[in-house]
């Protein structure tokens, strides 16, 4: 099965509000989680990364948390706009065998209100 | 500079049938990973090519193959297709093995009647 899933199937927020995505995982040896953004008709597209040994890392807009501790992973977007609406991936890496494997979240939509 | 592309955009296929999904990464990436998106789920690993080699492989049974070739452009082939096949089918290419940072083509969609 999946080990790598999401709250909230879909997320509605003002525009100009912060939207907090969150995401549980299940797998502890993986060392790597990204976040991805998926508009219709287009393939996921990176926002941010983080390794399992930080606990938080801030972009453009955009902070990934890491709790190790509960298995949980959070993607914050500050000040969401219109062009923020999408689908929002967390993905983890586990690797073995010399490979490394991206296994994703069923996602979360995110709905902005103008 | 040109991201992922992905040929052909859409593909109509009936039952039994096979076919190859073709995949271009950017410039300079040597690894391609291929993924399967039913609608309203995320993205399921299939294969990862690096170098030409074959680095891993997810739970999609042998009528999935894939190969990648000596320019680092990859296709992925599905025998006997079954409607469950039915998908868009992402690929991806990163800079090396360890796969981050995948940058994705806009993928194949792929209806099984």
């Known amino acids: 099965g999946e080990s790598v899933g999401l709250h909230l199937p879909t997320l509605s927020v003002q525009e100009g509000d912060n939207s907090i995505i969150n995401c549980a995982y299940s797998n502890s040896a993986s060392d790597y989680f990204i976040w991805y953004k998926q508009e219709s008709g287009k393939g996921p597209q990176f926002i941010i990364d983080i390794r399992s040994n930080m606990d938080k890392r801030q972009g453009q807009r955009v902070t990934v948390l890491l709790n190790k501790t509960v298995k949980h992973l959070s993607l914050q977007i500050a000040a969401t706009q219109p062009g923020d609406s999408a689908v929002y991936f967390c993905a983890e890496r586990t690797e073995a065998g010399g490979y490394q494997k991206v296994t994703f979240g069923i996602g979360t939509k995110l709905q902005v209100i103008p | 500079d040109a991201g992922v592309t992905q040929s052909p955009t859409h593909l109509i296929k009936t039952r039994g049938q096979h076919v190859t999904l073709r995949c271009s990464p950017i410039?300079?990436?040597?690894?391609v990973s291929w993924y399967q998106q039913v609608l309203g789920q995320g993205p399921q690993f299939i294969f990862q090519y690096y170098e030409k080699e074959e680095r891993g492989r997810g739970n999609f049974p042998d009528r999935f193959s894939a190969r990648q070739f000596p320019n680092y452009s990859s296709e992925l082939n599905v025998n006997a297709l079954l409607l469950g096949d039915s998908a868009l089918y992402l690929c991806?290419?990163?800079?090396?093995?360890?796969?981050?940072?995948?940058?994705f083509g806009s993928g194949t969609q792929l209806s099984v009647l």
């Open positions: 991806a290419s990163s800079l090396d093995r360890v796969g981050e940072k995948l940058f």
């Open positions: 410039s300079g990436h040597k690894s």
